[in-house]
């Protein structure tokens, strides 16, 4: 994924039961995850993949073109990795891009989608928690420049990721 990923440098202390690949880069697009595909994600044969795709699509294309490249990613996934345990983390209520929010909101329900038809993709809820109950962003999730994720908004998707991957793990051994 994005600056969302590439950013999320601490890995290690949060899954350090996990051999962890961080392939993350600063301002991709699905298209270009398209084209990296086999760099980013199938050189690995990874048996979980942690995705943050979209924010920077949205702000060069619809919601339907970011599923059609979706569906391209998923379908490959899905194909090639048949094993693997994809999760999803749905786009985040940047404070910065509160223009784009309908888009993003769009997009993490198509996530959802992929989460329901698809047994071994998994949807990760990071919007929700990061709003307040009084519907404003909680701002300590984010850095200065409203943008980008705080090392406390670091610490909520690390929880939510390494609670989901454990309760994969939990359900495969039963």
């Not at 993949?49 to 569906?71: F, H, Q, R, T, W």
């Not at 983390?89 to 940047?94: A, C, D, G, I, Q």
């Not at 709003?131 to 670091?154: A, V």
């Amino acid at each position: 994924g994005s600056s969302t990923i590439a950013m999320w440098t601490n890995l290690d202390l949060y899954f350090e039961q996990f051999n962890i690949c961080n392939s993350g880069i600063s301002g991709i697009t699905t298209d270009m995850m398209i084209k990296e595909k086999e760099k980013m994600i199938f050189s690995y044969n990874p048996s979980f993949i942690v995705m943050y795709a979209g924010e920077n699509d949205l702000l060069l294309i619809s919601p339907n073109e970011l599923k059609n490249n979706m569906d391209y990613l998923i379908e490959q996934i899905q194909f090639r990795l048949p094993n693997t345990q994809l999760l999803i983390l749905s786009l985040k209520p940047s404070p910065y891009r509160k223009s784009k929010h309908p888009e993003f909101i769009k997009a993490n329900y198509f996530y959802k989608e992929y989460a329901a038809k698809y047994s071994n993709i998994h949807f990760i809820d990071i919007w929700n928690p990061m709003i307040n109950q009084d519907n404003t962003i909680n701002s300590s999730y984010f850095m200065k420049d409203r943008l980008h994720l705080s090392e406390q908004g670091y610490d909520l998707i690390s929880e939510l990721t390494l609670n989901k991957i454990l309760s994969i793990q939990h359900t495969q051994e039963n």
